[in-house]
């Protein structure tokens, strides 16, 4: 209505949200840009900021080779608009979110130094515990 | 009058959405691998699959907010451009039962809709099917 004002979590009070993702290859065809990232990107916008964990296959979404870029071939072209969930979490960082990856799941992957994105916080272990969920005003599983 | 069914190399029975996994992008690149090498294929959508090629879609997704002036094509958009792609190779048929249950209807014109009872015909005229995902 047009004489409400309008609300929003910034004036509600502080506190950040935890995003929590596991899944990843969620329909690359149909999903292209608007990916659980692009999600997270437009939550850390209106919700006054947000911290994302990647668990499971999601931990690949924060290594830093961006190779090679994802494309499929369909008919006579080639779709070179699928996610990007690595160029996402660059960008999620550029916009002040901070990313955790769970060190159990990223092990699977062998992943040794220079692996993640400078930026990105391993999560997992006595000296990197990740984020403390009681601290954040919800937990978000997307 | 009974629709006679072609024969075909492959018949790829789509049966879970395109949004929980990537089986639809698996399948995509198998078809174009498949007609590619100059083979007949058979898709047959049930399930939210049938959404894929529902006409409603258009020819893109809506807009992307951080890059406004890029289209981007919709599934249905990409469904044509393989039957634009190899015409004589493939054929889209899609379960009436489940493109009226999930609300698909109207398909792209270029889509069989087929009774589900008759599936076997299908499974039949191909020489190998695959079944992918859940409905």
New interface residues.
């Given amino acids: 209505m047009a004489d409400q004002t309008e609300r929003t979590d910034r004036e509600d009070g502080p506190g950040r949200r935890l995003l929590v993702i596991e899944r990843a290859?969620?329909?690359?065809?149909?999903?292209?840009?608007?990916d659980v990232l692009?999600l997270a990107?437009?939550l850390n916008r209106q919700l006054g900021g947000v911290d994302v964990l990647l668990r499971g296959l999601a931990v690949t979404f924060a290594a830093a080779d961006t190779r090679p870029a994802p494309s499929?071939?369909?008919?006579?072209?080639t779709?070179d608009?699928l996610p990007s969930p690595r160029d996402s979490v660059r960008?999620l960082l550029e916009h002040g979110a901070g990313v955790y990856v769970d060190a159990a799941d990223l092990a699977h992957f062998e992943a040794g130094p220079g692996w993640l994105q400078p930026g990105v916080r391993r999560a997992g272990g006595p000296d990197a515990p990740g984020p403390d969920w009681s601290a954040y005003r919800d937990v978000f599983f997307v | 009058m009974a629709q006679r069914i072609p024969d075909a190399d492959v018949l790829l029975a789509l049966m879970g959405a395109p949004h929980t996994s990537d089986m639809l992008t698996s399948a995509v690149r198998l078809a174009q691998a498949l007609l590619e090498r100059g083979a007949t294929v058979h898709l047959w959508t049930c399930g939210h699959a049938t959404g894929i090629a529902k006409a409603a879609l258009g020819a893109t997704k809506p807009r992307n907010l951080e890059n406004w002036a890029h289209g981007y094509p919709s599934t249905l958009a990409l469904a044509e451009r393989l039957l634009d792609a190899f015409p004589e190779q493939l054929t889209w048929y899609s379960c009436r039962f489940c493109t009226e249950e999930r609300g698909s209807v109207p398909l792209a014109d270029r889509i069989k809709l087929r009774p589900p009872f008759k599936f076997a015909e299908h499974v039949a005229a191909a020489r190998t099917t695959l079944f992918l995902g859940v409905i």
Avoid: C, I, K, N
């Fill in positions: 290859y969620r329909g690359a065809l149909e999903t292209q840009f608007a692009y990107r437009e499929v071939r369909v008919g006579h072209d779709l608009t960008s």
